[in-house]
């Protein structure tokens, strides 16, 4: 059984492609997956990729502009 690690802000800013700002908002908006440990913001992948594949992040951002 593989456990799928948990990853940081900064690998999934680039794995999203998207900078470090844009991502702590849409943290902030609570629009995007994501888990505090502690101080800091953890991600699974997979969360990542099925909110993008839902329209999440094109979501995220047109929330932003409302």
């Known amino acids: 059984m ?3 690690r948990w990853l940081s ?3 999934i800013a680039q794995h999203l492609g998207v900078n470090k700002d844009t991502l ?3 943290i902030n908006n609570k629009s995007i997956p994501c888990h ?3 101080r800091l913001w953890k991600f699974r992948i997979s969360e ?3 909110w993008v594949q839902s329209g999440g ?3 995220a951002d047109k929330n932003e502009e409302e």
């Open 57 to 59: 992040a094109a979501n």
């Open 9 to 11: 802000s900064k690998e």
């Open 24 to 26: 702590q908002r849409w």
């Open 2 to 4: 593989d456990v799928e």
């Open 48 to 50: 990542i990729d099925n």
């Open 36 to 38: 505090r440990v502690g």
